[in-house]
Every structure is written in C-alpha cells, then in structure tokens.
Nanobody, 127 residues
Framework: QVHLVETGGGSVQTGGSLRLSCVAS????????MGWFRQSPGQEREAVGG?????????ADFVKGRFTISISKDNTKSTLYLEMNSLKPEDTGMYYC???????????????????WGQGTQVTVSS
C-alpha cells in the first residue's frame, strides 16, 4: 500500500531555513514522478517542484535558487527532500508531497484527486 508522510515543517522568521522530508512506503520514489506542492489559505494548490522518472528536477520560478529537491542516497531511495532557504512570508502554507505527477512545460502537475498525496506539513514564515 502506497503511503506518503511529510515531516519537517515549522515556524521560522524571514530568511530562515527548513528541510522537509517525505517518506514513502509501498514503492520506491525514483520509479515515479514525485512532486512538492503547497497551498495557502484561500489559494489554489501550486507546484513547488518535482522530479520526473528520469531524475530531472524541476522548480517553480518563485523558488529557484532558494529551494532544492533531492532523493535519499541510501539503498531504499524512499525519501524525497525539500531544502528551503531564504524563506519569505509568502512561502507560508501547507506543503504536500505527491507521487504519480506529470511534468508539463517544466511544471509538475497532479490533480488533487489523482495519484498519491501525503497529509501535508505546515510551514509558517513570519516577517
């Protein structure tokens, strides 16, 4: 059974850093398109970035140079990471990882009722 669990969220001040983890069970993340998405109150869920099945990594323009996506280096290859630096108040939101995304024009895409989603982890950045 596929299961995704995100951890690492928290509250930081502007300019701070957080590292989110997404532990997958029931499958190996390198075999799927994996994405990080976020949603702020009153806003639509948006893609932060992702990794396609070929290992190519994509980032939304608003996080390029600040966020880094990686996959665990151990033999399990079952954890997806999101390293977030130089955080801004507008980065505040619930962050989700998801499996079985598609990449269109460099943007990971996955409808909320498709694929597999974690429960999310809250990131709050204060000014």
């Amino acid at each position: 059974q596929v299961h995704l669990v995100e951890t690492g969220g928290g509250s930081v001040q502007t300019g701070g850093s957080l590292r989110l983890s997404c532990v997958a069970s029931g499958f190996t993340v390198v075999n799927y398109c994996m994405g990080w998405f976020r949603q702020s109150p009153g806003q639509e869920r948006e893609a932060v970035g992702g990794v396609d099945v070929d290992g190519k990594i994509y980032y939304a323009d608003f996080v390029k140079g600040r966020f880094t996506i990686s996959i665990s280096k151990d033999n399990t290859k079952s954890t997806l990471y999101l390293e977030m630096n130089s955080l801004k108040p507008e980065d505040t939101g619930m962050y989700y990882c998801a499996a079985e995304c598609s990449v269109w024009s460099g943007v990971p895409t996955l409808p909320p009722d498709s694929g597999y989603w974690g429960q999310g982890t809250q990131v709050t950045v204060s000014s």
